[in-house]
């Protein structure tokens, strides 16, 4: 059985719909979900589904505390489902190839740092784009740079706002995340 891990630092529910997605599998389970915050709703949402939760700080885990985590709980797979914080290189080779993140826009467009939810979706309504969507990609030492898995767009008006926008792109996350992390660990 593989295990995943899920990083994430506010309410979670990509989180929920991939721990949803796995809860009745027999070939991957979601072991552990980590957090850099301790107040952050995913912690609850993983407690819902009986998964184990772990928070740490950033200066934790650039001290190699939430690798010395993930491989004490002998993790597979690492998802970054809304997870704020710069991944340190130490984890990004222990876990080369094996890291998966989404980003709330079609990559390379809006990616980089401070690049994340709300400013994005700004971002593509202040440049009067007609279309935004969803990255899955692999993680590595850059922000949303590692090789891309799945894209997935969605229109947008004249008429959105960055809140439509953002319900647009939820929905696309919520549809696509769960399943392509499913074909990328082979279950």
Known sequence: MKRLAILASGSGSNAEKIMEHFQHSD??????????????F???????FGVPTFTFSRKEMDAGMLLEKLQAE????????????KI?????????????????ALL???????MYGSFVHAAVKDA??????????????????GKIIFQASTP???????????????ALEHAHFPRVIGELVGV
């Open 27 to 40: 070939k991957a389970e979601i072991a552990l979900v980590a957090s850099n915050k301790t107040e952050a």
């Open 42 to 48: 995913v912690l609850e949402r993983a407690r819902k």
């Open 74 to 85: 002998n993790i597979d797979w690492v998802i970054l489902a809304g997870f704020l914080l």
């Open 88 to 104: 340190p290189d130490h984890l990004t080779h222990a876990y080369s190839d094996k890291m998966v993140n989404i980003h709330p």
């Open 108 to 114: 390379p467009k809006y990616g980089g740092k401070g």
């Open 128 to 145: 009067g784009d007609t279309e935004t969507g969803i990255t899955i990609h692999l993680v590595n030492e850059h922000y949303d740079e």
């Open 156 to 170: 947008v008006s004249l008429e959105d706002t960055p809140e439509t926008i953002a319900d647009k792109v939820h």
